[in-house]
């Protein structure tokens, strides 16, 4: 499988609207391509265009989960979100970055509001964000180029540097190549046999149940991001405890039972398959590496194809 490599600018603040600019976190970054034309050009393997204007368009970093800086007004442990935020700028090449006291995910100023990088994406997401591997700086391949991607030159992505330093989960959905998949896993792996970055405190994993009481208790944990993500939506609905997160999951096999293949059992499943949720308590019993997420499927009549 190859990727398309993009070169441009990544962008965190505009000068002219900062209250209105970019929101960074650990796994997501603004970025304006050289030549649009060439991300209109990705697969759209979810059915959606990708979401662009003049101002650029979101990477979505291939393979890694970032604790939650903001979602739907909630956010997981600040401590660790804000780690792998602050750090993904740094390897972009972003210094003096401040963010607004009251804003505190829109950058207030920095000592660059745009920088150069380059990005190797192979498609576009349910969301219509760009997904790929981030690097800093011009590569030396022309824009465009269609670039089979090695482990080194992965170990070279942001996204790669954000796993071996534990600062995010893994994430690996089934339009990321299998050697890679293999590669980061180990990756992420040793971060956690090591302790470092987020793992310490990790929870609600295949090491121990976690005990939520309500969502500001839920705010407060490390937990695998996209099972953060179904639990407030979940508790959303007015419920206070998880035994009804099973069935709640299952009603909508698109945006919450996630498609999985479990790479131990070599079958498919769901997201339901691999947590255990009962009472206050909830656990995901596989580790993230140990199974491949689905895309979204395409909505009917609409084409995955590159225009």
Not at 236 to 259: E, Q, S
Not at 280 to 306: H, R, Y
């Amino acid at each position: 499988m190859s990727y398309t490599l993009l070169r441009g600018l990544f962008v965190i603040r505009y000068p002219d609207l900062p209250r209105r600019g970019p929101e960074p976190d650990g796994d997501t970054v603004k970025f304006r391509p050289d030549s649009p034309a060439l991300v209109e050009g990705l697969p759209r393997p979810s059915g959606t265009p990708p979401d662009i204007n003049a101002r650029g368009i979101s990477v979505r970093l291939e393979a890694i989960d970032a604790l939650e800086t903001h979602f739907a007004e909630t956010h997981q442990e600040l401590a660790g979100a804000n780690a792998a935020r602050d750090r993904l700028l740094d390897l972009l090449g972003f210094t003096g970055v401040t963010f607004f006291d009251d804003q505190p995910n829109k950058v207030k100023s920095a000592d660059q509001d745009t920088i150069r990088g380059h990005v190797l994406s192979n498609g576009i997401d349910a969301n219509g964000r760009l997904i790929g591997f981030v690097f800093p700086g011009d590569p030396t391949e022309p824009d465009g180029t269609a670039v089979r991607l090695e482990e080194a030159r992965t170990d070279r992505s942001a996204n790669a540097t954000l796993l071996t330093e534990g600062l995010a989960y893994p994430a690996f959905y089934a339009t990321l190549p299998a050697s890679l998949r293999t590669h980061l896993a180990g990756i992420s792996q040793a971060a956690r046999k090591a302790q470092v970055g987020l793992w310490p405190r990790s929870t609600a994993d295949p090491n121990g149940k976690a005990s939520v009481a309500d969502l500001d208790a839920l705010q407060q944990l490390v937990m695998w991001p996209k099972l953060f993500r179904r639990l407030v939506s979940y508790l959303a609905t007015g419920a206070t405890d998880f035994d009804g997160f099973d069935a709640w999951l299952r009603d909508d096999k698109v945006h919450r039972d996630d498609p999985l293949f479990l790479l131990d059992r070599g079958e498919f499943g769901n997201l339901h398959d691999v947590i255990d949720a009962a009472g206050q308590d909830i656990q995901l019993t596989l580790w993230p590496e140990d199974f491949i997420i689905s895309p979204d499927p395409a909505p009917p009549g609409a084409s995955t194809k590159s225009r």
